[in-house]
């Protein structure tokens, strides 16, 4: 089924480790993108990728990093977690086009940083 | 870059009233114009869009309208029920646009009275 995965869905981790927070999607869209939000709030744009080989920073400045070597797979990496990265990520997923524009949000991430 | 300004922040209506959050945009060469619906607990997810060429596009009883000239796009929501009860996000973007991302605003919490 065409969809967009998220893995793990919930991650408690100490200070200092290094995570990387998993994404994936089944429907080919050449664009994807990863969001930091609070419960409820707004959503914050960290890391987006037009395509495979290409990532940009988004408007929230961040720790983490991201890799696209595939057009399904989009990885985003925090090299050292904080208390201060505590909260929930949203990987999403769009197409280029005149129509069919939509974005796909998957699951989220919940992660705590004790 | 694009810059889209998201009214009111939060928004308490009757059941059963009407309810109106409106946008607006900065960049005139935004073309598609979606609104995402966030639940509680949930990611959130596509209502209803709109594109440049149309003022105005009705899903039963909600309805998005566009004024190009005044870069604003509004959502309404009629005969208001608790399940309307949720975060809704504006958002534009040039979809045809390879190079282009989705901005979201900030967001409304939309409560519904009993």
């Known amino acids: 089924e065409a969809d967009i995965y998220q893995t793990p869905r919930y991650l408690v981790i100490g200070t200092g480790k290094k995570i990387t927070l998993e994404c994936s999607q089944t429907m080919g869209h050449d664009k994807m993108y990863w969001y930091q939000q609070d419960p409820g709030m707004e959503l914050h744009l960290i890391h987006y990728?037009?395509?495979?080989?290409?990532?940009e920073k988004g408007d929230l400045s961040s720790e983490s990093t991201v890799s696209r070597i595939r057009t399904e797979h989009f990885p985003l990496t925090l090299e050292s977690a904080r208390p201060s990265h505590t909260s929930q990520y949203l990987c999403?997923?769009?197409?280029?086009?005149?129509?069919?524009?939509?974005?796909?949000f998957g699951p989220g991430t919940r992660l705590t940083v004790l | 870059g694009e810059n889209v300004e998201q009214h009111p922040s939060t928004l308490s209506v009757q059941e059963g009233d009407s309810a109106v959050i409106k946008c607006t945009y900065s960049?005139?060469?935004?073309?598609?114009f979606p609104w995402y619906k966030q639940e509680l607990g949930k990611r959130p997810q596509l209502i209803i869009d709109i594109r440049s060429n149309v003022g105005e596009k009705k899903d039963q009883r909600i309805a998005v309208t566009l004024n190009k000239t005044a870069k604003h796009f509004s959502l309404h929501i009629t005969e208001t029920q608790p399940e309307d009860s949720a975060v809704y996000f504006c958002?534009?973007?040039?979809?045809?646009?390879?190079?282009?991302?989705?901005?979201f605003g900030s967001g409304t919490r939309l409560s519904i009275r009993p």
């Open positions: 990728s037009y395509g495979v080989n290409s990532t």
């Open positions: 960049d005139s060469a935004s073309n598609y």
């Open positions: 999403a997923s769009s197409r280029t086009g005149k129509i069919d524009n939509e974005q796909f």
């Open positions: 958002a534009a973007s040039k979809g045809y646009s390879s190079a282009s991302k989705i901005i």
